[in-house]
């Protein structure tokens, strides 16, 4: 026994060297973490104004319309989720959002049929689409077009409203014995009792050239210029425009149950839950995703798709350059979050970017490899990433040069994007800014140190220091570089189009500049703010109890939080829509979640490996000696 004890010492020390040296490598991972990802807590976006985005579409949906750049969901209770383009109001459901039983959606106009027989109308009414002929009533069936609307009545009869140059709200005679309705851009279809297909509008594509034998149809979907008939025996038939393929059904052309018909593609519904996509594809819009199962209805959008699942959960395809496709999937895990003008960018906790909205100039386009980010900042039309190394990634517009950092591209640990110029700050204290400087928005003023943040606006930029005061430069037509007095006890910077916003320390907010908007006006109580952003004519104030408070032009519902408004933990200010960074809610409590994300990992050890170095006897105020 005696000869076992000098080896059981042995392996008693090699256990507590291995527990240092674990020790010590999680306590290199939370200073590592500590410096790259501040601890923020992680969660959903949720988007407004503009764009809405963010919505649940898991569960409970029983139809779906997809729009020009927008999208509908019915839910089985009666209400309507909207979401997607949002600048002619095509996404703000009116109240009250309940009783519908069917929904369509147009070009930016939406439809929704009530129960009692009535239509919803909302969104661009620049044509009279929106406006529903009286009486309102006996409607059994909506379809809207590019820039019109039809209503299938119970006497089977048509009503038709909007945009007529084509002639396509005028229903042919005898306007009778119709069962449904379908409309394109600028031509209407009316399937008969009979199984024929009465067409009208416009026809240069031959979009109202039923083929024959016009019989025996049973659905009907009309596209951007063609058109799609579904016939008992499962088959489909097309017609009109053909420039992408959109009018040619890929064998076997059997056992169809639903059609849909987009812009320029086309979808059919399998008997077996599987959808078949053809047509113009350059957005995705016929990559339908996987597994291509258990679908039971199906929607096309000028250039996206969607499909319901008989789970009651909507699946989203295609070009999303408006959210109509909702923030790509799995909507969870971010961390941060930024807004451009057309465009959005949200930082994943482990360190990758998911973009998505307008990329007509490549601002959508991450670099790879895409990993090791810890800030993001978008700007009108260019996004920035900063790595983990203290780099910063560029891509998007670049006419001005906003995406050339200046060497050496090291030892940036902050990043800011205005119109058409760059800002970063360093480690040492020091802006470095590139770009567009027509109006001086790119001269860091003298000394260039002992800077803490950055942020820029339109032609704009603005420092704090370290002693809580805020350095302005750039253009100052609107007063939006004259910083109020007292200049100090400010913790955060933000500026906006012509305006500018500085945090104090209290909590409470100054605004300065352009205030044609009130964008300058802090509601109040002016007090228990811990973030603000600035918008191109409005402002955002993230409370201290995750409530957003919203002033300034609300042209587009930008300043309109969606309800409830609680658990943010970050905001972010656009042109026309705003973003929100929603905590993760669980459900229930998870031992070892130390930054709430609804799991346990690499941080929650590192996060715990930090608290050990603490000594609550002599620091009882920390953090991480309050219980939780």
């Known amino acids: 026994m005696g000869k076992l004890l000098p080896s059981r010492v042995c392996g008693l020390i090699r256990i507590m060297r291995l527990k240092k040296v674990l020790i010590s490598l999680v306590i290199v991972s939370a200073l590592l973490l500590s410096a790259q990802l501040q601890a923020t807590q992680t969660g959903k976006i949720i988007g407004w104004g503009g764009q809405v985005v963010g919505v649940d579409l898991t569960s409970g949906f029983v139809a779906v319309a997809a729009g020009g750049l927008h999208s509908l969901g019915l839910k089985a209770d009666g209400s309507i989720v909207a979401w997607g383009n949002n600048e002619f109001g095509q996404c703000n459901v009116p109240s009250p959002n309940s009783g519908f039983v069917a929904v369509a959606a147009g070009e930016f106009h939406s439809l929704g049929l009530k129960a009692d027989g009535s239509i919803v109308a909302w969104g661009n009414n620049e044509f009279g689409q929106c406006n529903v002929p009286e009486p309102n009533s006996g409607f059994v069936a909506v379809a809207a077009g590019g820039y019109h609307s039809l209503g299938l009545k119970a006497d089977g009869s048509i009503v038709a409203c909007g945009y007529d140059d084509y002639g396509q709200c005028d229903v042919p005679s005898p306007n009778t014995d119709f069962v449904a309705v379908a409309a394109g851009y600028y031509h209407s279809l009316g399937l008969k009792s009979d199984g024929s297909i009465v ?67 086309s979808l059919g519904l399998k008997a077996n839950g599987s959808i078949v996509a053809w047509g113009w594809n350059d957005y995705g819009q016929c990559n339908v995703p996987s597994p291509n199962s258990g679908f039971v209805k ?12 008989a789970d009651g959960s909507i699946a ?33 906790a482990d360190g990758s970017i998911v973009a998505w909205g307008n990329n007509i100039d490549g601002q959508c386009d991450v670099p790879s490899p895409n990993s090791g980010f810890v800030a993001v900042a978008a700007g009108e039309y260019h996004s920035l990433g900063l790595k983990a190394d203290g780099s910063i990634v560029t891509w998007g517009w670049n ?104 945090l104090k320390a209290d909590g409470s907010i100054a605004a300065w500049g352009d205030n044609d908007y009130g964008q300058c006006d802090v509601p109040s109580p002016n007090s228990g703010f811990s973030a603000v952003v600035a918008g191109e004519y409005y402002s955002l104030g993230l409370k201290a109890d995750g409530s957003i408070v919203a002033w300034g032009r609300n042209k587009y519902g930008q300043c309109n939080v969606p309800s409830p408004n609680s658990g943010f933990v970050a905001v972010s200010a656009s042109w026309e829509h705003s973003l929100g960074l929603k905590k993760e809610v669980c459900g229930f409590l998870l031992a070892g979640d130390l930054n709430d994300d609804c799991r346990v990992d690499f941080y929650d050890f590192a996060k715990m490996a930090s608290n050990w170095l603490i000594d609550c006897t002599t620091e009882p105020n920390n953090p991480a000696c309050v219980p939780k």
């Open 399 to 502: 006419e001005y040069g906003q995406c050339d950092v200046p060497p050496p591209n090291s030892s940036f640990v902050k990043v800011a994007a205005g119109g058409e110029h760059s800002l970063g700050l360093k480690a040492d204290g020091s802006i470095v800014a590139w770009g567009d400087n027509g109006y001086g928005q790119c001269d860091v003023p003298s000394p260039n140190s002992s800077f803490v943040a950055v942020a820029t606006g339109g032609y704009h930029g603005l420092g704090l220091k370290a002693d809580g005061s805020i350095v302005a430069w750039g253009v100052n037509y609107d007063g939006q570089c004259d910083v109020p007095e007292p200049n100090s006890g400010f913790v955060m910077v933000s500026a906006g189009g012509e305006h500018s916003l500085g």
């Open 298 to 309: 199906v929607a096309a959008g000028e250039e996206h798709s969607l499909g319901l699942k």
């Open 316 to 348: 989203a395809w295609g070009h999303n350059d408006s959210g109509q496709c909702d923030v790509p999937f799995p909507n969870s895990g971010f961390a941060a979050v930024a807004a451009g003008r057309l465009h959005n960018l949200g930082l994943k």
């Open 199 to 265: 067409a009208w509008g416009d026809t240069y594509y031959g979009q109202c050239d039923v083929p024959l034998p016009n019989t025996d149809f049973v659905a009907v979907a009309a596209g951007g210029d063609h058109c799609l008939g579904l016939k008992q025996d499962g088959s489909i038939v097309a017609w009109g425009y053909n420039g992408f393929g959109e009018c040619d059904v890929p064998a076997p052309n059997t056992d169809f149950v639903a059609v849909a018909a987009g812009g320029d593609h």
